[in-house]
């Protein structure tokens, strides 16, 4: 089986295709509206200290028990836990993190579903010359419209599930090559129109000014679920990815890299969307919706607008590509490990996403007012307790396998560094990610 498997054609191509699956929907719709939601400058300042303690040692774990196993998670698990003689069922992780990344995928297809609606309708000129007001008013009508949404879901999935068909390195390699470069431009561009709007001033404000009476354990839970979140860590999609990293490449400074743009892409599009919501008298707390308002009014008012707007929705759309490319990899691979052939594989879990995603296109209109775990329609539902539990914890148990019981050896070949620097990464995961995750979990449950 390991002989088999793929590899990525080059370092660039890993760290290409770690940061395709970091960057997406997380950084750039997520962020700013759990900002929103959650006090501002208390959310920011707590998701960067999680990415620093948590994210970054775990996501190393993660990636290098991928590389060490050399197989997919499920049978990398066991492959490990066999050459360190400890109880097989660890592999049962593997199970759970294609679990976790079957429902995040389920309503992140939807969501992606709405930036291809918004570039067919930026590019038709549907903003043009529109009221805040009217957008607003177009966003409502489009939710509540599922067959319109499905129509978005059942593209994307199948742009998804097309490129994880063919085999990912060869698809994600050209994907990502020309069109992250480009989203960071325009995001750049956004960013300098945002320097010139008069809400600005109070977006960095209230961005940057720490705010900590505004910190409660709903918060901290929530900041530490998107950390994972956003560097795609706790659900074994990167180590499926791992599995597939060249032998010579430094481990750790791939990953820095990678979670260090993911910052700047979450605070440049923070910025761009809050001084566009205080420039307009916006409310920071709308929600899901927040991005698919305040843009188009944005780019309304700038001149080409339509054409801007056109092109960042296109580019959205080929960031959470990459990054639900990255969620269905752990299943097929999961398949694939088993026997099944790649296609097929493609095939079942997409079809299997794709129903279970229609509950979330219908959490806007018909079942709007059906909850499931207290006021929890099933889209909140599933774009809550995945993202903010079941990473933590499939995060957590990585960690503990990474640090604590797989073989000594095996890990410092994977992590391909100095064994003063493995001395600190260990220390690390140890005694700061794992207590840390385990003492918000249990403590913001209670
Ligand atoms: N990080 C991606 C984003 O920010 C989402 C994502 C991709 C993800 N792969 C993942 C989240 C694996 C959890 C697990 O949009």
Redesign the pocket.
Known sequence: MSETLERWQSRRAFILAVTG???????IWRFPYMTGENGGSAFLLLYVVFVVLLGLPMMMAEIMIGRAGRRSPMQALAFLAEEADISRHWKWLGLFGAIT?FF?LSFYSVVSGWSIEYLVSAVNGSFVNRSPQEIGASFDAFLADPLRMTFNHTLFMLLTMSVVAAGIVNGIEKLNNVMMPLLYGILIVLGGYAVTTSGFGAAMHWLFTPDVSAITWGVVLNAMGHAF????V??C?LMAYGAYMPDEQSLPRAVFGVAMLDIMVALLSGIAIFSIVFTHGLDPSEGPGLMFVTLPIAFSELPGGQVWLGAFFLLLLIATWT?SI??AEPMVSMLVGAGWRRSRAAILIGGLVWLVGLLSVLSFSTLADVHWIGEMNFFALVSTIPPDIF?PVGGLLIAIFAAWKMSREAAVAALGVSPGAFRLWLGLVRYVSIPLTAVVLVTSLI
């Open positions: 699956a970091a960057v997406g929907l997380g950084n990344v995040i979140f956003t560097l795609a706790g659900a999609a990054s990255n969620l990473l």
